[in-house]
């Protein structure tokens, strides 16, 4: 699985009750934690939380969005 992108990179946080991972996004040029994916139930898949004040260029959604449908299995 690529973790690794060229402005961004994905690492585990930990995993939940039930046995999901959770995932921190972190900018790689400052290491500045920009959000974490974790599953969410109501939507059966893991989503993408944004942290407060972040801002992201289309390479950024472009590679989160990657990274999902990793997790997805696409």
Known sequence: MKV???YIEFEKIDE???DETRWACKNR???AY???IEWYQ???RHVY???RNTEYSEGCLRDIA???KQLQGG
């Open 42 to 44: 109501g939507w059966r």
């Open 4 to 6: 690794k992108y060229k």
């Open 34 to 36: 920009l959000g974490r």
């Open 29 to 31: 040029k400052g290491g």
């Open 16 to 18: 939940d009750e039930m």
């Open 49 to 51: 939380i944004p942290y």
């Open 66 to 68: 990657d990274f999902l």
